[in-house]
């Protein structure tokens, strides 16, 4: 148990749908982020956010929207994906911005997409 | 531009040693990371390097140097469970996490 929920765990999609992701975190963590992980791809920063405001969006396409509701809980919005957006996508907490105390980023298991 | 290289894929025998390498060129330095993955799972954190030299724990241990811009990650007595991919991931100056496409270790018996 990492501390990091995320649900749903997978998720096939049309292209034309709208669904979200879900992430939680009960460790009292200040940072969220959102990853992409694609085969044999380094990971990619999709957004991340400090004490729910968001601080960081690396040139995401807008069919992806976050939401940041609450330092705890962070969702990720899809609509109109496309079959490459097909990936691993991770939710991850640090305990401040910095992101070095304590064991960096905690990750949760991920939510395997498949777009159709 | 920022790069972290390490190896695709690494084979090994149970019960042997293995050292995974990781070059970085990067903007700045503030430590560097080892996660491990087992497939279809969460990364999770394995060492943190910020000073030169080799830090042990248990039968992992983790070496940088920052001078060469190079840390390994060493897997003493390896088990099967031991199979996973391996990143590598390089803090900058500004605090951004850069990440290395990981290393897929393969243990056979």
């Known amino acids: 148990e990492t501390g990091v929920t995320q649900t749903p765990r997978h998720l096939v999609m049309g292209m034309t749908n709208k669904k979200s992701l879900k992430c939680e975190q009960h460790?009292?963590?200040?940072?969220m982020y959102w990853y992409k992980q694609s085969a044999k791809k380094p990971l990619e920063l999709m957004f991340v956010?400090?004490?729910?405001?968001?601080?960081e969006n690396n040139s995401v396409p807008s069919r992806f929207s976050p939401e940041c509701p609450n330092s705890s809980h962070l969702f990720l919005h899809l609509h109109t994906l496309q079959p490459e957006d097909s990936a691993l996508y991770l939710c991850?907490?640090?305990?401040?911005?910095?992101?070095?105390?304590?064991?960096?980023?905690?990750f949760g298991p991920g939510t395997r997409l498949t777009v159709t | 531009g920022q790069n972290i290289d390490q190896p695709t894929e690494m084979t090994a025998t149970e019960g042997a040693i293995v050292q995974i390498n990781c070059t970085y060129q990067?903007?700045?330095?503030?430590?560097l990371f080892w996660y491990q993955q087992h497939a279809g799972e969460a990364p999770t954190f394995l060492s943190y390097?910020?000073l030169d030299g080799l830090e042990e724990k248990g039968r992992f241990s983790s070496f940088l140097s920052r001078s060469k811009g190079y840390s390994y990650l060493l897997l003493k007595e390896l088990q099967m469970k031991d199979s996973a991919s391996y990143l590598c991931?390089?803090?900058?100056?500004?605090?951004?996490?850069?990440w290395g496409a990981g290393t897929k270790l393969i243990i056979k018996p």
């Open positions: 956010y400090n004490f729910k405001e968001q601080t």
């Open positions: 991850a907490s640090s305990q401040d911005m910095e992101g070095l105390a304590g064991g960096g980023r905690y």
């Open positions: 990067t903007s700045g330095f503030n430590g």
């Open positions: 390097n910020v």
């Open positions: 991931a390089v803090i900058d100056s500004n605090y951004q996490l850069i």
């Open positions: 460790l009292g963590h200040n940072a």
